[in-house]
């Protein structure tokens, strides 16, 4: 863990995820050089000034022929265009993973534009995130102590398996392996859902013409339950399109939940209420213990 | 703040909100001695231990008789018993309020059995609360700096409305008002809705048969979005029951959002997607800087 296990690393997208990773794997000392690309010169101006990034980037095709690790960790619906720039240039022993928070569309767009390369990219999902985005929010320690879901291709050779958990091990991560597809389901059901319901409660309350009445007397329940409401809508919304199957499906069954619910509620019957309740929270009580 | 306003106390319900007032009043200097009642000799016997209360009581007749104050803090669907109770030995002075999260049926409860003691109840719900219950979740701080609704009656004297509000501010709490029905409309909006949500999210959940699998990969964000989850199962079926007629207004309000939602999502309106993750985030962040 403490060797250079990577002499150098080029990272699209330095913000929280990108950023993190980069902090991660200095801390770690698993890294030589760290190059970073994005979108704007002042994103990228602040990662060069808070230590994330060695260089900016200028040339892509120079820079990932001699990487020994390019990571893509852009809004998912970006992540095709870069692929389609790295693929001619990749250089045949380099590494490609991503931190995107879908899979299977991560996928799609990788078989479309790696071409023959298509087996050099392992994809990933760190699990580990916050409400805030950009350089400024990148945490050495993120990704300390928490899971990353990778999704391997059969393309993978073991070699190349084996130095992408390496990378992310480096970080602190505990590795685990899902499909693509049982990724993106699992991820609806607890990420993705969660989310649109957050966001979907303030929408709500902000049609009211009393929303700043009601906001002044929301509490520490209500602050809770809609941090992941402040989360970047852009990021949200490409991750909620991505995978959008899924997330309609986990929609539907919520959608029936509540119903069933409603009518519990609307019958009186408090002693089913209560038994749902307790479920929930018997099950919710015994999650956060382990 | 610092005299000794209330000579005699008795709280009904020592657990979270009843324990917490005690021990802000203590800590302020405002009280002399503490009563306490409960349903079982358990967790009286805890609140002893914890220092919330000097004594448990006996007799509620010969006790209420010469209290300067009585706080209900016992699930709402109780208060009306507890009313019933002490009508016939409040002495004249005593000053009656409560701490339950909703008001209209405790006013209700209030009316139907203080009878012409009515005048001496003023209706509170201090806005702090925590998933946790029971006295040893008390906290001398939990009222500090957070709000409590008065829903005063019209029998209720100005100068009792005065040392109601003195209560509630030696715990460190800013006073506001609100009619009964006003208060339950807002609460239903961003309190009881939400816990709702989170409660009917892990519900659903746990219906599947991979819900060990889908719990293991959950995070910050479901974390957050379920801690209410977590909360008193009797306590919450109680709040539901009490505000059903708002909540289910509520309920079908967040129901059509959500409707709304799907179908944006399922006509692939990207933009339209963003543009209602926008408005919740920016209102959101707004309201988390206050």
């Known amino acids: 863990m403490t060797t250079q296990n990577f002499r150098k690393i080029v990272i699209f997208g330095v913000g929280l995820i990108g950023g993190s990773f980069a902090l991660a794997m200095r801390k770690a000392e698993a890294v030589g050089e760290v190059v970073g690309f994005g979108r704007t010169k002042g994103t990228l101006k602040k990662a060069l000034e808070a230590g994330i990034v060695d260089r900016i980037g200028e040339d892509v095709a ?3 022929a001699d990487a020994d690790l390019v990571l893509l960790a852009v809004p998912v619906a970006q992540m ?3 692929f389609a720039n790295i693929a001619p240039h990749l250089g045949a022993d380099t590494l490609v993973i991503d931190g995107g928070s879908t899979k299977s569309d991560v996928v799609a767009a990788a078989r479309a ?3 023959d390369k298509i087996g050099q990219f392992v994809p990933a999902h760190p ?3 916050a409400e805030a985005s950009g350089p400024a929010a990148a945490l050495a320690d993120l990704y300390m102590g928490k899971r990353v879901v990778l999704t391997p291709l059969p393309e993978n050779s073991n070699e190349l398996l084996i130095r992408a958990c390496a ?3 480096a970080c602190g991560m505990a590795v685990s392996r899902l499909t693509p597809e049982q990724h993106d389901e699992v991820f609806a059901a607890v990420s993705h859902l969660p989310h649109l ?7 709500d309350l902000v049609q009211r013409e009393n929303h700043k009445l009601l906001l002044s007397f929301a509490a520490s329940g209500f602050r809770d339950f809609t941090r992941i409401a402040a989360s970047s809508p852009e990021m949200w919304r490409d991750i909620c399109m991505a995978n ?3 997330l309609l499906r986990e929609l539907k069954l919520y959608a029936d939940e509540l119903y069933a619910m ?3 509620l609307e019958s009186g019957d408090a002693d089913k209420l209560e038994e749902i309740f307790q479920l929930a929270s018997d099950v919710r009580g015994d999650w956060s213990q382990q």
């Open 127 to 129: 699990i580990a995130g």
């Open 80 to 82: 095709a265009e870069i």
């Open 62 to 64: 120079l820079e990932v």
């Open 167 to 169: 990378a992310w091990e």
């Open 113 to 115: 534009n790696l071409g």
């Open 244 to 246: 959008r199957e899924p």
């Open 197 to 203: 319901l957050s966001f979907a409660l303030v929408h």
């Open 262 to 264: 409603y009518q519990v």
